[in-house]
């Protein structure tokens, strides 16, 4: 079915979808079943994930788009809203190799990163990897470790690398961290650095279940489900890793038109002049909130990004990176209290 342009003379709403125009110019005709390609995965993956965690849709996409757009993503929930459940469901979603760090007090860099063992055999010293070579790294409760612990994560992050001994060793291409949070226990808690947060590209807010939902999940676990053996529920891989790269390589034939790119601008560059806000976002940030679009559009089926889609992902990508002013938290407002309003402030583009 062919949809026929609107006349010039009205110009669609800003939350109505932009139609792309046809042919895109200088992308590869091939992209568009990719880009199809793309969307049934996201269904096929979603699917098997549901077979284990119920609810948490919004969550489930922005894991998901995390992945896609490169970036990493932190968690933040109070306990037993299915975090770890989610993360691992989806690693087995994916057929990705999964390792999981429950960080502590005590836990030191070498127990991420690996050391050096001599073995008496070889008479020489082995290498000995770390949990962190894996394709999903789930780090539990990352708060609990000390600042020198979690800055272990800091060139794994950024650089997609590790350095051991003096050598650098590459990690996965999938390599994606999810960090876990408790946002309301802080004692015995070490905050995590801004320049650690900033490398997250999405903070998901993990709540509570809604009342249906909830009933299904005590039906589940009256049924036999156990969510420490996520095997029995049947989970099985819907995609592999090859095919999540190939869907992140369609990034680069998502069309993102200037206005838009201006209104991601505009967003990052109020948080910095907002009276209520200490510390604005920078520049990753912005770069940050045009991947996370880009991969959203992909997961979507579509070439194009929306005002809206830098909308719906302006909260997870900007407000772990906002410190507000003494006043704002004098007033109890947050972090997304004083990003709504500078939502309301910045014009969206037609």
Known sequence: MTIAPPPPAAPPLASEPLLPPAPLPGVD??????????????????????????????????????????????????????????????????????????????????????????????????????????????????????????????????????????????????FTVFATQNPVESEGTYPLPEAQLDRFLLKIEVGYPRPQEEDQILEMVDQGFDAGNIERAGLKAAVGVEQLLAVRGALAAVRVEKPVRSYVRQLVGATRSSPRVRLGAGPRAAVHLLLAAKALAVLMGRAFVTPDDIRRLAGPVLRHRLLLSPDAEIDGATAQDVLDEILQGVEVPR
């Open 29 to 174: 005709p091939r992209s568009e079943s990719l880009l199809q390609a793309a969307a049934q995965l996201r269904e096929a993956v979603l699917s098997e994930v549901r077979k284990a965690v119920v609810g948490q849709e919004e969550s489930l996409e922005l894991i998901l788009c995390g992945i896609v757009a490169g970036g990493h993503v932190l968690l933040e929930g109070v306990p037993g809203v299915a975090k770890t459940l989610m993360v691992r469901a989806l690693a087995k979603a994916v057929d990705a190799r999964f390792k999981r760090i429950q960080f502590t007090p005590d836990l030191m860099p070498a127990d991420i990163l690996g050391t050096s063992v001599f073995d008496l055999k070889q008479s020489a010293f082995a290498l000995v990897k770390g949990p962190i070579f894996a394709d999903l790294l789930l780090a539990d409760e990352i708060n609990r470790a000390p600042a020198k612990t979690q800055a272990a994560l800091l060139e794994a992050m950024q650089e997609r690398t590790v350095s051991l001994e003096g050598t650098l060793h590459p990690l996965p291409g999938i």
